[in-house]
């Protein structure tokens, strides 16, 4: 009788807890019986060129399991590798089922957001047309709180802790500077067509006008002239203006606003680079208004920084991984792991599977209300267990 191993990767930008997923795989995939838990480094890229690891050469005890929980980034290392079309290059996916074979692999976990759920839903499409056994499971993670057919993503409650935090402590600091002088902060938070997390740093309110006053998310279409306008009507009330935006703030038409002072490159995704909003806005606030405006990126520290690590966050991202090997060895394939949330007060979250083909390469974004995006903090935290 042959081995009965399993294999875990992790691709797409870290998060916080993408780790505690990794630690929920492998503790659960020792417990149910799996002789080796592999670990691939730097996802479905490193896999194809034999980049592996026997995950039991890394962890020795339940308290490396608990620490791995707690380190942010990604472990085993990630990677942004679209697989082709399966009709358009075959040899690339007998090479991966090939090395599966060689492994003994019988579940193949992968953790990661929108591009990764295409990873499973093409591997999964393969097996079942060429009769293999194995099992192709997606377990969610994405600060962007983005993925359809779940309530939230591992990631953005972390995420968005450290976002209303770091807000919270820029406007202490705008105050401070405050008298007699008219100042102008803008904060770029990640976002490319989901203003999830940006929406996050409305939890830095205390009352009804209180900094960040203004809130700019992709979804609603942006107008550089009419932002002026609004800064200008705003700071008649306070000199002390915060302005949080999206770095995918576009003008509804495709142009997103960083375009408006360079030009962007792609990633292998074909996803625009975002970056630059901020600096661009701030720019432009200066020339307009002539007044004191800095812009501040807030950059990789609110993907993965352990700083702000969401105790909720941190264990619904444990849970998934567990979930996960066990709905692979209940037989499910092309499926992704997704948070049902059953009540808000309690609180009280259930996981399923949903099929990566309703998933992947798709967007959820923040509904909108009456043309109007006018979620305040009782109604963010209900789409943010922190």
């Known amino acids: 009788m042959g081995m009965r191993n ?3 990767g992790q691709s797409g930008g870290p998060t916080s807890v993408i780790n505690s997923s990794l630690a929920g795989v492998y503790k659960t995939a020792i417990e149910r019986g799996f002789d080796k838990v592999y670990g691939m480094l730097h996802g479905i890229q490193g896999f194809l060129d034999e980049q592996y690891v026997d995950l039991s050469t890394q962890i020795h005890s339940d308290m490396d399991i608990e620490l791995l929980k707690r380190t942010p980034s990604a472990f085993l290392g990630s990677c942004r590798y679209k697989l082709p079309e399966i009709h358009e290059d075959m040899e690339i996916y007998e090479k991966i089922f090939g090395i599966l074979d060689k492994l003994e692999i019988e579940a193949f976990i992968y ?3 929108n591009d990764s759920m295409d990873t499973i839903k093409k591997l999964s499409d393969y097996a079942i047309l060429t009769g293999q056994s194995q099992k192709f499971v997606g377990v969610p993670k994405t600060i962007d709180n983005d993925l359809a057919l779940t309530d939230h993503t591992p990631g953005y409650g972390s995420a968005a802790k450290y976002i209303a935090t770091s807000t919270k402590e820029v406007i202490r600091d705008g105050l401070g500077f405050s008298y007699k002088k008219q100042q102008v902060i803008i904060i ?3 976002g490319r067509n989901a203003g999830w997390l940006t929406a996050a740093s ?3 309110r205390k009352f009804e006008g209180d900094n960040p006053v203004l809130i700019y998310l ?4 942006f107008s550089p002239d009419a932002f002026i306008e609004k800064v200008k009507e705003k700071l008649t009330k306070t000199s002390n203006l915060v302005v949080c935006i999206s770095e995918g703030i576009n003008d509804g038409n495709g142009t ?6 360079s030009d962007v490159g792609t990633d292998t995704f074909g996803h625009k680079m975002l970056t630059g909003s901020g600096k661009y806005l701030e720019n432009l606030v200066k020339e307009k208004l002539g007044i004191k405006v800095r812009s501040v990126e807030l950059n990789v520290c609110q993907r993965c920084s352990s700083s702000c690590l969401s105790a909720t966050d941190l264990d619904e991202a444990a849970a998934s991984g567990r979930f996960a090997v066990s709905a692979a060895l209940d037989g499910e394939t092309g499926k992704m792991i997704n948070f049902i949330r059953k009540s808000d007060d309690p609180y009280i979250l259930e996981f399923g599977t949903a099929d990566v083909n309703e998933i992947c390469n798709k967007e959820k974004a923040v509904p909108e209300e009456s043309g ?3 979620y305040r903090r009782r109604s963010l935290l209900l789409f943010c267990p922190i």
């Open 188 to 190: 770029e938070i990640m």
């Open 202 to 204: 409305v939890l830095a």
């Open 111 to 113: 953790i990661g957001g």
């Open 372 to 374: 109007t995006l006018s």
């Open 218 to 221: 992709p979804e609603v279409a």
């Open 256 to 261: 997103f606003v960083c375009e408006l002072a």
């Open 6 to 8: 399993i294999i875990v």
